[in-house]
């Protein structure tokens, strides 16, 4: 918006007419100028507004993005591998290699079960009856994702949930093998020596120097995203005395390279897990307002597939989760369903969190 000749007239006036003045000293002329400039300057700002530093001089107060700021595209048993035969509608799904998803899907979530075998360490797959899978051992999967990650070093960060996986765990919360087997144990080892500390965010990156992880959440926020790209987020996918013993062994997280999922009066809770945005997506939305983390799920067992119902996954768009784990990141021969990210680049702007000056390409292009 300009000054009008007009508006221009009104605010010079009664300066021409103290210049003019035969009673004006040589001072005054020689001010004048600068008087008017000011005052036209003023002027203009005016009529453009400064909208909190979005003045005429640009945005000077823009809030910066961090890590919570985002909403990205991530796959269930991103590993997974459709049986020959398969004895359930939920099995018949199959993933490209995790490089792949992440460099031609867009997928910015990935989620690993993680076995213990006594001949051949951690093995990655989903049960005795659906054991297909694109990288055998969890140092394969590691590898694969941190190779991709190397050659893309701008990628916003990278949320692995690490599922661990004890025969007896599956049918009851008992956890004598895990214990025995050290299972835990190793997952975290085989993530210090395949995954760069240097590209991990640990709750101890995000603690600083407050007294606990939700402290500093509440009070100082995630990381920036700008000081956060081409690293990760470890996550532990697992509950009740799976968690703790994890939890008893890095108490506070302290040293600990894996998040938990915790109850939400703890000091750990930080991030969480709800996979229904349907029946809890007022929840969901109340925890990423109050800058928590929220993982959610679009789609299970092919039941949205099948009927191209997109229901879910629209909910847990609108509901603000962080990361949105689907079976279908792309479109398969003969199903018309799949997850993408509207206007996403490959992830977006979060619809709850982000700041409004956020655009895709400022998170990741």
């Not at 590691?142 to 949930?161: A, D, Q, R, V």
């Not at 390279?257 to 109850?263: A, I, P, Q, V, W």
């Amino acid at each position: 918006m300009g000054t009008s000749t007009a508006q221009a007239d009104i605010i010079t006036k009664p300066f021409r007419s103290v210049i003019s003045s035969s009673n004006n000293s040589t001072r005054m002329r020689k001010q004048a100028p600068l008087v008017v400039t000011m005052m036209v300057m003023a002027s203009l700002t005016g009529c453009l507004g400064s909208d909190s530093g979005n003045g005429i001089f640009g945005d000077t107060e823009k809030e910066p993005l961090r890590i919570n700021h985002i909403q990205m595209k991530g796959t269930h048993n991103s590993y997974h591998i459709e049986p020959l035969i398969s004895p359930t509608r939920e099995y018949m799904y199959t993933h490209q290699p995790l490089d792949f998803q992440a460099s031609q899907q867009g997928v910015r979530q990935f989620e690993i079960d993680v076995w213990w075998d006594i001949r051949e360490g951690l093995r990655v797959y989903h049960n005795q009856y659906d054991s297909g899978t694109t990288c055998p051992t969890f140092e394969n999967c590691l590898e694969t994702l941190l190779g991709w990650s190397n050659e893309n070093p701008l990628h916003h960060p990278l949320f692995i949930w690490i599922e661990p996986k004890d025969w007896p765990e599956q049918a009851t919360d008992v956890t004598t093998t895990l214990e025995i087997s050290g299972l835990l144990e190793d997952i975290e080892h085989e993530i210090s020596q395949f995954w760069p500390l240097n590209k991990t965010i640990t709750p101890d990156d995000v603690r600083g120097g407050s007294a606990t992880l939700k402290d500093a959440v509440i009070t100082n926020g995630w990381p920036l995203l700008e000081e956060s790209r081409g690293k990760a987020i470890f996550v532990l996918l697992a509950s009740g005395e799976s968690r703790d013993l994890y939890a008893d062994a890095h108490p506070g997280l302290l040293g600990a390279r894996m998040f938990t999922l915790s109850d939400e009066g703890s000091n750990e809770a930080v991030i969480f897990s709800l996979t229904d945005p349907i029946g809890s997506g007022e929840e969901i939305t109340r925890l990423v307002s109050e800058g928590y983390i929220v993982r959610s799920r679009a789609d299970s067992g092919g039941e949205e597939a099948d009927n191209n119902d997109t229901t879910r996954r629209d909910a847990a768009l609108a509901s603000g989760a962080h990361s949105i784990s689907t079976d279908y990141p792309a479109q398969v021969e003969g199903v018309d369903y799949w997850v993408e990210i509207p206007e996403g680049t490959p992830s977006r702007c979060n619809p709850i969190a982000s700041p409004t000056w956020c655009t895709s390409d400022a998170i990741e292009d």
